[in-house]
């Protein structure tokens, strides 16, 4: 199992950014995909962005042109740069990994995020 740490939620206000990141305790050479899920209470779970370990990456529609996301390889990490934050984006903010030759994908604790003035 990858253990997984996020870093820099809190609070916002509507307009400014932000940037989440992700420490994994596996080699960045085993896992395939590390990725951004987030959840709001009431409302469904969503995969913001993911990002393949040849550096391509996905976002959901809702974060186009706003959330980017990047994976550093020697530091294992991967980050979520996100711009332009509104109060649709308040979420716990989870990272998660899925290795080679593993169904499973492995889950940080998640981080709060919340934007409001």
């Known amino acids: 199992q990858v253990q997984l740490v996020e870093s820099g939620g809190g609070l916002v206000q509507p307009g400014g950014a932000l940037t989440l990141s992700c420490a994994a305790s596996a080699r960045a050479s085993s896992i395939a995909v590390m990725g951004w899920y987030r959840q709001a209470p009431g409302k469904q779970g969503e995969l913001v962005a993911s990002?393949?370990?040849?550096?391509?990456?996905n976002y959901a529609d809702s974060v186009k042109g706003r959330f980017t996301i990047s994976r550093d390889n020697a530091k294992n990490t991967v980050s979520l740069q996100m711009n332009s934050l509104t109060p649709e984006d308040t979420a716990v903010y989870y990272c998660?990994?899925?290795?080679?030759?593993?169904?499973?994908?492995?889950w940080g604790p998640g981080t709060q995020v919340t934007v409001s003035s």
């Open positions: 998660n990994a899925k290795r080679y030759g593993y169904d499973k994908m492995d």
């Open positions: 990002i393949t370990s040849g550096g391509t990456a």
